[in-house]
């Protein structure tokens, strides 16, 4: 069974970070395609923010990219999203996830996710 430990979330100015984060506790190294986060707002569809892959290269989305990296600790089963320059358009519950297939992780959409977490809130006031 894996637990999943997320947290980091907040409320900002505009122009200010944070840095969120996310622990799939296991007795194992976790096997899958990528690690990553996506993200939802009410009334919004989901959107998929940033994966990182067994090697350490990434995918961005286009709305982050320059502001936002990501970094994992693989013997840890953890991910890591540093979010700088943020903006009242990035409000939303973020959650970190599991990619279950290739597709699932280069599109950053997340449906076929093996494990997402709980959510951490972020809100940017302007």
């Known amino acids: 069974q894996v637990q999943i430990r997320e947290s980091g979330g907040g409320s900002v100015q505009a122009g200010g970070s944070l840095r969120l984060s996310c622990e799939f506790v296991s007795e194992y190294t976790l096997s899958t395609y990528c690690l990553g986060w996506f993200r939802q707002s009410p009334g919004k569809e989901r959107e998929g923010v940033a994966a990182i892959y067994g090697d350490d290269s990434t995918t961005f989305a286009d709305s982050v990219k320059g502001r936002f990296t990501i970094s994992q600790v693989k013997d840890r089963n953890s991910v890591f999203l540093q979010m700088n320059n943020l903006q009242p358009e990035d409000t939303a519950m973020y959650y970190c996830?599991?990619?279950?297939?290739?597709?699932?992780?280069?599109?950053?959409?997340?449906?076929?996710?093996?494990?997402r977490g709980q959510g951490t809130q972020v809100t940017v006031a302007s």
């Open positions: 996830a599991a990619g279950g297939s290739w597709r699932d992780c280069t599109s950053l959409s997340f449906g076929q996710a093996l494990l």
